[in-house]
């Protein structure tokens, strides 16, 4: 092959590339949006929730010893008759417990509850892991469960095209000898000034958003399920064996639980080894988690019929304490007690990152970096936006010329197998676009021809 061949097919790969970048990147422009100012938000959901709602979050902090979880319990349960679903001690000193009830009328609320006086402080609709109404809303809109099944599709293709789009703008940006590649904004106005903001922009967090996506992959029901299901077959996720010494229901502790680590969602709830006798009492299971050691923030959540157990769960920010207890609703023994520790490799990572995502593990640094990604991915797309918007002509989309050397497209197919391989919906969003590529291109040229 000569240089010229050499470089003309290197110049149509080229074009053939920030076609797919730019077609992309404008469809998910809206979805990226989103997921970056809904994350941004997310990511301070303790800090919001205890400014928003701090007459039912926080106490002056007493040096005497707290209510008996029993006396606690009981009092929300004289305010608020119906059935007690979960108890969540003190989390700190100057923080109140919160105790979960399922009302007479089918709505589970969290009673908030001054530890040291036993005292009702109030109540709230119950949001489950986000803490608060107003923080479920964003955690919706985040993953766009709103839209049903179809959201979560959504996301994950967005998630995985946001990968590719990550990996293709760097591609496009890579110098190749010429005067481009800037890693400064040079630009003083116009088209150039927001096509430099974006590029250095992108340059600069392409590593934190290509992990903001891979780490929010596993939430997804196709490449979430498979990864999951291959981490448990390898035996890297959850180790074999999985409280197998007892009987299980066919309740995923997902589904039971508020919060669980992401590795254990789909694993099924043990079962108590007999439904008969008198069940242990709270303040027995409170003793023996604690004395266990489990970390502060801990949920206790009770047995769900004659046949159910009480779990102890904690996601705290130091996911090397993340802990879930299982223990016979009748004898208080514990049934299974994991911890990050015990889980294989790739159950260690998916918790560490999902961990991270949540801006958790690493305290204010890790939420202050990741916000600064957040932004990052908005101002990328507003650039990309308005980019689009100055260069398009009048009255049309302004999308790249598809390429006529014929070896582009064998090219991008093995690009386009890979990438649909690793991540399969967003494969299936190529097929699909290269479906109506095709189409215009033979349209094009039946126009032509006719011409």
């Given at each position: 092959?000569?240089?010229?061949?050499?470089?003309?097919?290197?110049?149509?790969?080229?074009?053939?590339?920030?076609?797919?970048?730019?077609?992309?990147?404008?469809?998910?422009?809206?979805?990226?949006?989103?997921?970056?100012?809904?994350?941004?938000?997310?990511?301070?959901?303790?800090?919001?929730?205890n400014a928003a709602y701090r007459d039912l979050r926080v106490v002056a902090p007493t040096d005497g010893p707290a209510q008996p979880a029993s006396q606690i319990t009981a009092n929300a349960l004289a305010a608020h008759p119906g059935t007690l679903k979960a108890y969540h001690p003190a989390p700190a000193p100057d923080r109140t417990a919160e105790v979960k009830i399922l009302g007479e009328d089918g709505l589970k609320n969290s009673v908030f509850m001054n530890p040291a006086t036993g005292e009702v402080l109030g109540t709230l609709w119950d949001a489950g892991a986000s803490g608060s109404p107003a923080m479920h809303v964003v955690r919706k809109l985040h993953s766009l469960e709103y839209v049903g099944w179809f959201g979560n599709r959504v996301i994950e293709a967005v998630a995985g095209w946001m990968v590719l789009l990550t990996?293709?703008?760097?591609?496009?940006?890579?110098?190749?000898?010429?005067?481009?590649?800037?890693?400064?904004?040079?630009?003083?106005?116009?088209?150039?000034?927001?096509?430099?903001?974006?590029?250095?922009?992108?340059?600069?967090?392409?590593?934190?958003?290509v992990f903001l996506a891979m780490t929010g992959l596993p939430w997804s029901k196709v490449w979430g399920g498979y990864f999951y299901d291959s981490a448990y077959a390898l035996g890297l996720g959850m180790p074999d064996g999985y409280w197998s010494a007892y009987p299980s229901s066919t309740v995923p502790a997902g589904e039971a639980l508020d919060r669980t680590p992401w590795i254990m969602e789909k694993q099924a709830m043990p079962q108590s080894a007999a439904a008969n006798g008198v069940p242990a009492g709270i303040d027995q299971v409170v003793?023996?988690?604690?004395?266990?050691?489990?970390?502060?923030?801990?949920?206790?959540?009770?047995?769900?019929?004659?046949?159910?157990?009480?779990?102890?769960?904690?996601?705290?920010?130091?996911?090397?304490?993340?802990?879930?207890?299982?223990?016979?609703?009748?004898?208080?023994?514990?049934?299974?007690?994991?911890?990050?520790?015990?889980?294989?490799?790739?159950?260690?990572?998916?918790?560490?990152?999902?961990?991270?995502?949540?801006?958790?593990?690493?305290?204010?640094?890790?939420?202050?970096?990741?916000?600064?990604s957040c932004v990052a991915m908005v101002v990328m797309c507003v650039a990309g936006g308005v980019m689009w918007w100055k260069r398009r002509p009048s009255g049309a989309l302004g999308v790249p010329q598809i390429p006529a050397d014929w070896r582009i497209p064998r090219t991008l197919l093995v690009m386009a197998i890979v990438a649909g391989v690793f991540f399969p919906l967003v494969g299936l969003t190529l097929i699909v676009l290269a479906v109506i590529e095709g189409g215009v291109h033979l349209l094009s040229r039946a126009k032509l021809r006719a011409a």
């Open positions: 092959m000569t240089d010229t061949t050499t470089r003309a097919a290197s110049s149509a790969l080229y074009r053939a590339v920030w076609r797919w970048h730019f077609i992309a990147g404008l469809l998910v422009l809206p979805f990226v949006i989103i997921l970056a100012v809904t994350g941004g938000i997310y990511l301070f959901k303790d800090e919001i929730n990996a293709s703008g760097v591609y496009l940006w890579w110098p190749r000898g010429k005067k481009v590649g800037t890693a400064t904004i040079k630009a003083k106005k116009g088209r150039p000034w927001w096509r430099d903001l974006h590029a250095v922009t992108g340059i600069y967090t392409a590593g934190f958003i003793a023996t988690v604690e004395t266990l050691g489990i970390a502060p923030g801990y949920a206790l959540n009770m047995p769900s019929g004659d046949t159910g157990v009480f779990t102890a769960s904690v996601y705290p920010d130091d996911i090397t304490q993340e802990r879930v207890i299982h223990l016979d609703q009748y004898t208080g023994e514990v049934l299974y007690d994991a911890t990050l520790a015990d889980l294989g490799a790739l159950g260690w990572a998916a918790e560490w990152g999902v961990s991270i995502h949540m801006g958790q593990a690493f305290g204010l640094a890790n939420q202050l970096i990741l916000l600064l």
